[in-house]
Antibody, heavy 121, light 109 residues
């Protein structure tokens, strides 16, 4: 059964870099059928797509976050990662790692449980 | 940028039909997905490509999409349907990528 497990610090100081990793089990991250994605949800608010990556390293970024975000993949460890730099309290959110199909309509079919990251001093 | 508009809340009595809308410019030309999110849990895909259901999602949940409005319809509503519902599209006309609506809280009275 496909499982995505996100991990990382729950508290990050303003201006620092938020770093999260997602371990994928129950399937290969090198599958040609999927992208690997980060989506976040501020407390009490809606969902926001952050970035997507293919096993080859091909990346897509949200225009609003592109200047601060890096997504990467490590096929040898079956995991992918997110770095978000220069964080502020508005980056406080639950961060989900997600699997996305590569075929139209590119839906998000498996979600990790989410990691709450609070930005505060 | 492409904006999806959902009502913040919808309330319905058990056994009745709930309709949750998702408005967007010419959304009828796009493929719409719907996700259900129960409190404290991750979202779950319940409808994709406007009206298809993943395995395990009951037929009581259905989707439609035309013009400027997509709709998720839940018939014979049960207490377990109480959740937040999010619509989502891919906007090919801009750089926005994958866009979500603000979410609708379905309350079962």
């Amino acid at each position: 059964q496909m499982r995505l497990q996100g991990s990382g610090p729950g508290l990050v100081k303003p201006s620092e870099t938020l770093s999260l990793t997602c371990n994928v089990s129950g399937g290969s991250i090198s599958s040609r059928n999927y992208y690997w994605v980060w989506i976040r949800q501020p407390p009490g608010k809606g969902l926001e797509w952050i970035a997507s990556i293919y096993y080859s390293g091909e990346t897509y970024y949200s225009p609003s976050l592109r200047s601060r975000v890096t997504i990467s993949v490590d096929t040898s460890k079956n995991q992918f990662s997110l770095n978000l730099s220069s964080v502020t309290p508005t980056d406080t959110a639950v961060y989900f790692c997600v699997r996305q199909t590569t075929m139209v309509p590119w839906y998000f079919d498996y979600w990790g449980q989410g990691t709450l990251v609070t930005v505060a001093s | 940028s492409y904006v999806l508009t959902q009502p913040p809340s919808v309330s319905v009595a058990p056994g009745q039909t709930a309709r949750i809308t998702c408005g967007g410019r010419d959304i009828g030309t796009k493929s719409v997905q719907w996700y259900r999110q129960r409190p404290g849990q991750a979202p779950v895909l319940v409808v994709y490509d406007d009206s298809d259901r993943p395995s395990g999602i009951p037929e009581r949940l259905s989707g439609s999409n035309s013009g400027n409005t997509a709709t998720l319809t839940i018939t014979r509503v049960e207490a377990g349907d109480e959740a937040d519902y999010h619509c989502q599209v891919w906007d090919s006309g801009s750089d926005d990528g994958w866009v979500f609506g603000g979410g609708t809280k379905l309350t079962v009275l």
